[in-house]
């Protein structure tokens, strides 16, 4: 399993570090892939492990990339976070740990949530 500390968070920017590691959250309507419409599969940008799919991708007008569904189970983890005085459900890369955003009971059918994800802890592969 890949962690933080090891080599592979070298190609990450300072502010893809921030989101991945310190926790950060970047501007709405700020990210790269907020208004992306090709078809792919978007994955960890700092392990490459496949998160989410483009046609589970929604626009939820948050200001982030938004998916009703992960692209598979076991590539995400969420953990109950308390932060800001609130719960919420963080998103992480199940692989090496990077944080991705939250997880809301809002979202559309079929399975009603909405994965808020940072454009910066993403990249995108075309199929």
């Not at 892939?33 to 599969?41: D, E, Q, R």
């Not at 483009?54 to 308390?82: C, H, L, M, Q, R």
């Amino acid at each position: 399993m890949t962690t933080h500390t090891d080599k592979a968070t070298d190609k990450l920017t300072p502010e893809q570090y921030n989101i991945c590691f310190l926790k950060g959250t970047e501007p709405p309507g700020s990210g790269k892939w907020l208004h992306n419409k090709v078809n792919g599969v978007y994955v960890c940008v700092n392990c490459g492990q496949e998160l989410f799919k483009s046609d589970t991708k929604f626009d939820s007008d948050t200001g982030w990339p938004s998916f009703w569904d992960a692209a598979n189970d076991t590539n995400v983890k969420t953990i109950d976070n308390y932060e800001l005085g609130m719960h919420r459900l963080e998103v992480q890369c199940s692989n090496c740990g990077a944080h991705l955003g939250h997880v809301f009971g809002d979202g559309p059918k079929p399975t009603g949530k909405r994965y808020c994800i940072n454009s910066l802890a993403l990249d995108f592969r075309k199929m």
